[in-house]
């Protein structure tokens, strides 16, 4: 336990293990280390193969009676541990924000939106059911379809939305009568530990678990676990791809949200005030650490020198936040130095390459890991700052000739989670819709997610659902009964 964080809060974080519904310490411990100033909130417990191992049986037990509770069972039980959430909410928000070098407004907004989460499959689970009737395909037969959970599921997070990701992934898992093991991020725990923290006083002991350490002790040893029946992550290219072959090897579904590189098509008859404004807040918020955020701007030639003047200036506009609880807003840093420091590198490199830098471009010399708003133009579409994820407040404009000309830039790279295209047209936004390569396509809006709304990615951001009645399908399986009547 640490009181580094305790000042903000009512009661002292725990920071090891949740296993089996009570603390558990690991092998070694971590720094997790607070944005904002660059000092450490405490350490957490590194959970290695057998504390993993511990986690995994402790939801198998739980799950064994937990998968034959009623709809109603379990929607009672989502709905209290949202209304716990509800309860802490005020310290859930601080403990994000320190967690995360997320302003606390905006955490605390993030914290409302869990508990709407988890409210939304509460209702979900009473929705369930194996997506047909009864009917008569053999003569003298009747089939019906079973909609069955798992078992235990190994939950990957990361850490640029620590407990939104979290409830995500916990609320379908559990709705669907599932138990399951959390891993966040390293950089990241302590929201996932108060929220498992929190369930051990409504849930099934054991029915939920969070563990900690890195994705090559702790994250593998629970995709590896024989006992894990699906393993859903969200991470990079990379590591989906790492998660995805050794899940292989016992064969457990994979489900995998990665990496996304948006575009943003505006063409010369889009409002483009309107449209600076709303492409500056998709690109900067949450500091650009968001794989939906308006990373490359494609813009038609006749409105190119205008749209980059407003948001040129709406980036200038930006403040960085001093501290949480700034009364005037602004942007808080970046999750760590390593991740500051990764994307000014992307920046100084295409400076070097010949693209300009029209706003921030540096970081500012006071603690905590932060980075000015930034705008890059004369970039090239084979460059590596169009092609790779940069994943801080840093946006790329590229002009273009025609319609077909932004469809193939905005296509032209190999990630395909989301984009949007800004027009008053409604013949280019109805193509856009079709030929755009992405899960999700925005038309005069960017980066607006609600939760009844499924999300998913084409191409390298990976497969399967996240968010909406249709993610618990991901977390369930089909089973068809046929019954013969004899006579």
């Known amino acids: 336990m ?30 997790v280390v607070n944005p ?11 959970a290695d193969a057998a504390v993993v191992g511990e986690a995994v049986e402790a939801s198998a037990r739980a799950f064994a009676a937990w998968r034959w509770t009623t709809p109603v069972e379990r ?21 994000e924000s320190l967690d995360s070098g997320k302003p606390l407004e905006v955490a605390r907004g993030e914290v409302v939106v869990a508990i709407d989460t988890l409210r939304f499959f509460a209702g979900a689970a009473r929705t369930l059911d194996g997506g047909g009737g009864a009917n008569e395909y053999s003569p003298g037969s009747t089939s019906v379809l079973r909609r069955e959970p798992l078992g235990t599921v190994g939950l990957i997070t990361p850490w640029n939305y620590p ?37 051990c006083d409504v849930l099934p002991a054991g029915l939920f678990n969070v563990v900690t350490g890195t994705g090559p002790a702790t994250g593998e040893a629970l995709v590896r676990h ?24 016992h064969l457990a579904r994979v489900h995998l949200e990665l990496g996304g590189n948006a575009p943003v098509i505006v063409l010369e008859d889009a409002p483009l005030e309107a449209t600076a404004e709303g492409v500056a807040l998709a690109a900067f918020d949450n500091s650009g650490q968001s794989c939906t955020a308006a990373a490359r701007v494609i813009v038609a030639a006749p409105a190119y020198d205008e749209l980059v003047e407003r ?12 501290d949480p609880e700034d009364p005037h807003g602004g942007l808080g840093p970046l999750v760590s130095e390593r991740q ?19 706003a921030g471009g540096g970081a500012p010399d006071r603690p905590g890991f932060f980075m000015d708003p930034t705008v890059v133009v004369d970039v090239a579409q084979d460059s590596e700052i169009v092609q790779g994820e940069v994943f801080g407040p840093v946006v790329t404009v590229q002009r273009v000739d025609s319609f077909d000309e932004a469809i193939a830039c905005a296509n032209d790279v190999p990630q ?44 390298q951001s990976g497969y399967g659902t996240e968010m909406s009645a249709e993610s618990l399908h991901e977390y369930s399986r089909t089973k068809h009964v046929m019954t013969t009547v004899v006579k």
């Open 340 to 358: 500051r420091d990764r994307a000014l590198g992307f920046v100084e490199r295409a400076d070097a390459a010949g693209g300009r830098v029209l």
């Open 2 to 31: 640490s009181d580094a964080v305790a000042g903000p809060l009512s009661t002292q974080l725990d920071f090891r293990n949740v296993v089996g519904g009570a603390p558990v310490d690991g092998e070694g411990s971590i720094a």
């Open 416 to 459: 395909g989670l989301a984009a949007s295209i800004w027009t008053d047209s409604v013949r280019h936004s109805t193509l856009a819709t079709r030929e755009l390569e992405f899960g999700t396509v925005w038309v005069n809006n960017h980066s607006c997610s609600p939760i009844e709304a499924p999300f998913a990615g084409f191409r």
């Open 163 to 199: 407990l939104l990701e979290a409830v995500w992934k916990v609320g379908p898992a559990l709705a669907a009568g599932n138990g399951c093991v959390l891993k966040p991020s390293e950089l990241t725990p302590l929201t996932a530990l108060f929220l498992a923290r929190l369930a």
């Open 226 to 249: 024989p006992g894990i029946s699906m393993v859903s992550f969200t991470g990079s290219a990379a590591s989906g791809r790492a998660v995805a072959g050794a899940a292989a090897e």
């Open 36 to 46: 904002w100033t660059g000092e450490d909130l405490g350490a957490v417990a590194c």
């Open 75 to 95: 929607f009672d039980a989502l709905m209290a541990l949202a209304s716990s959430v509800e309860a802490h909410l005020d310290e859930m928000a601080w403990v």
């Open 311 to 322: 948001l040129v200036a709406k980036a200038n506009e930006l403040a960085l936040a001093q």
